[in-house]
């Protein structure tokens, strides 16, 4: 399955110029776990890759050349309720970075052994300023920033997407949903801090799912 990056309809490419409130903006990272993939309830199983285990895949771009714009799944997916996690479950979120494999081995994709990975990472270069949003989970408790806590974090952030899915459709991540009633500036970018405007906004941009959607079902794979 084939993931498309898009402001509103039209594609996203690295350092390509999108207009978001009269300014210009440019895409300099865009990462995002997911896991837990079901179909009709039934656990999916994704084939192992640099880029996949098999329950979870990192997708995006660093916008230097490493790319991974594809999902594969162990067998083909008939249609069906097409259920996923933006994000990663809380074992494998807190297990230990020195001996992670690869997706999980992307340190910049990691904040600390205590709060885990970023599910998701934003990172946007405007005309004067940046503007981020670096998505995980927050209020975890450990005995240090070093180790992993024994309970699950007080926000967890991740979120479960659930499409009417046919085979041969597109996976689609619209930024212009997900930025949703935010206005970027140089002082909103989310580091998830549940207390923070933005953050609470672009939580609830991710909770109507309204960023995801599948392409019409074309003939080809």
Known sequence: MNINPAWQQQPIVCHEAITIQNEQW???????????FKLNQQPQLLTITPWQQPGLALLGTDCHGNDNWQLTFAEPLAPGQLSFTLGLPFAINHQNPLTAISPLNFSEMFWSWQLGYKFLRL???????????????TGCQSASVLRPPAL??????????????????????????????IVLSQQNSCMSDSLQTSCQRLFDNLTLTAPWKLSPASSAP
């Open 123 to 137: 990172d946007m270069q405007g005309p004067d300023y940046g503007w981020a949003f670096h998505l995980g989970s």
């Open 152 to 181: 699950p974090c007080r926000a967890v952030n991740t979120f479960e997407v659930t499409l009417d899915y046919q085979p041969n459709q597109k996976l689609q991540l619209n930024l212009a949903a997900l930025l949703s009633d």
């Open 26 to 36: 440019k895409l300099q990272y865009l990462r995002f776990y997911l896991s837990d």
